[in-house]
T-cell receptor, first 111, second 115 residues
Framework: EDQVTQSPEALRLQEGESSSLNCSYT??????LFWYRQDPGKGPEFLFTLYSAGEEKEKERLKATLTKKESFLHITAPKPEDSATYLC????????????FGAGTQVVVTP | GAGVSQTPSNKVTEKGKYVELRCDPISGHTALYWYRQSLGQGPEFLIY????????DSGLPNDRFFAVRPEGSVSTLKIQRTERGDSAVYLC?????????????FGPGTRLLVL
């Protein structure tokens, strides 16, 4: 059975304190791995897509990387506005439309 | 441009009632998806439309749930005989063509509370 597991469940950071979030996955075949950000009371907002092991994507203070078993979302020198829940999701080769999500990591950045 | 919109934003109903939730996808997007999100969890897939037809409805939990997209644009998720366990945020997403590697863009969700 396909599984997506995110850790930690919650993360509290001081402003400027860099850290990493983990998304480990067990799937039959990976079509793509997606990172989303979700603010309270809102829908998920797209951040990155990664397709193959070794791929990296960057956007401002965020950098996503992918291996054959997991993905990391690195947050460099975070600011309070980076506080959100970060979701990862996989699309497998046997499912054309379905995204399978992890439970998310809730990040709080304090000034 | 306009993103995915969903109405109502909040819906409170009583156990046993019928509800309809509406989704307006991004203009021109042929693929539309419904997900359900419970508190503290990631979204859970319900159904995926390619045009007017349901390409994958494997996530619908039972026959009380039904979704339509008659003209290939707006979609309605219908829940009959609602139960307290149906309380959740119902999210809609769309993508340009539904090909396997596309990004799905989400709406703000409808928060359903069944009393």
């Amino acid at each position: 059975e396909d599984q997506v597991t995110q850790s930690p469940e919650a993360l509290r950071l001081q402003e400027g304190e860099s850290s990493s979030l983990n998304c480990s996955y067990t799937v039959s075949g990976l079509r793509g791995l997606f990172w989303y950000r979700q603010d309270p009371g809102k829908g998920p907002e797209f951040l990155f897509t990664l397709y193959s092991a070794g791929e990296e994507k960057e956007k401002e203070r965020l950098k996503a990387t992918l291996t054959k078993k997991e993905s990391f979302l690195h947050i460099t020198a975070p600011k309070p506005e980076d506080s959100a829940t970060y979701l990862c999701a996989v699309k497998t080769t046997d499912s054309w439309g379905k995204l399978q999500f992890g439970a998310g990591t809730q990040v709080v950045v304090t000034p | 441009g306009a993103g995915v919109s969903q109405t109502p934003s909040n819906k409170v109903t009583e156990k046993g009632k019928y509800v309809e939730l509406r989704c307006d996808p991004i203009s021109g997007h042929t693929a539309l998806y419904w997900y359900r999100q419970s508190l503290g969890q990631g979204p859970e897939f319900l159904i995926y439309f390619q045009g007017t037809g349901a390409a994958d409805d494997s996530g619908l939990p039972n026959d009380r749930f039904f979704a339509v997209r008659p003209e290939g644009s707006v979609s309605t998720l219908k829940i009959q005989r609602t139960e307290r366990g149906d309380s959740a945020v119902y999210l809609c997403a769309s993508s340009p063509t539904g090909t396997g590697k596309e990004t799905q863009y989400f709406g703000p969700g409808t928060r359903l509370l069944v009393l």
